[in-house]
Structure formats: structure tokens, C-alpha cells
């Protein structure tokens, strides 16, 4: 019933900029604190940007300053302005979302499948 689609991946030089979106596919009662992460090569996922309905943001220290999150469409969709970017952040990017299908239910999280950003000279 719910879905996320990430788009905006690509193959960047270093000190370029790229633009990620998240759009929500279907309906959720209410879609509650979003949020970007990363997966490099070899290694684990970890947060890179997360904003709340609200509009509270925190960043990674290794992206703050580099990257900016918003939220648009309704509070449905979200996007990862990214600066300044280097071989490091080489990563998947995963849309994160902390959803409630319906009234009463408890809160849970939906992924979308990634999108590759690759930072390479």
C-alpha cells in the first residue's frame, strides 16, 4: 500500500553536486519522520539526514554543512541536496520512512530499493 522511489543517483566528479528525491507510491494515515541513508561498499548502513513532520533535521557530522534535507509535496516526499561531494560518499542511498497504515496501529519503517551515487574523477 505504501512504497518509496528514490531517483537522482548518477556518476559525479568530485567537488560536484547531485540531487536526491524520495516520492511516496500509495497511501499511509500518516507518514511521520523521514529520512536518507547510505551504504557504501563493504560496510553498514548509517544516517546520513533525517527530518521529523515538523521539519527538525539532523545530520551526520561527515555530511553537515555538504548536504541539505527538505520535505515538499504534502510532507510525502523528501530530497538530499548534496555538495561538495567527494569519493567517500560513494554509497547507496536508502529512503527511510516511520509510517502508520492506519489509525491505532503501531508505527513502522518502509525502505525504498536504494540509488547509486558514485563519486569518481
Known amino acids: 500500500q505504501v512504497q518509496l522511489v528514490e531517483s537522482g543517483g548518477a556518476l559525479v566528479q568530485p567537488g560536484g553536486s547531485l540531487t536526491l528525491s524520495c516520492v511516496t507510491s500509495?497511501?499511509?494515515?500518516?507518514?511521520?519522520?523521514m529520512a536518507w541513508y547510505r551504504q557504501p561498499p563493504g560496510k553498514e548502513r548509517e544516517k546520513v539526514a533525517a527530518?521529523?513532520?515538523?521539519?527538525?533535521?539532523t545530520y551526520a557530522d561527515s555530511v553537515k554543512g555538504r548536504f541539505t534535507i527538505s520535505r515538499h509535496n504534502g510532507l510525502n516526499s523528501i530530497s538530499l541536496q548534496m555538495n561538495g561531494l567527494t569519493p567517500e560518499d560513494t554509497a547507496v542511498y536508502f529512503c527511510?520512512?516511520?509510517?502508520?497504515?492506519?489509525?491505532?496501529?503501531?508505527?513502522?519503517?518502509?525502505w525504498g530499493q536504494g540509488t547509486q551515487v558514485t563519486v569518481s574523477s
Open positions: 527511510n520512512a516511520n509510517v502508520r497504515l492506519q489509525w491505532g496501529t503501531d508505527p513502522i519503517n518502509i
Open positions: 500509495g497511501s499511509a494515515f500518516n507518514i511521520g519522520t
Open positions: 527530518i521529523t513532520r515538523g521539519g527538525q533535521i
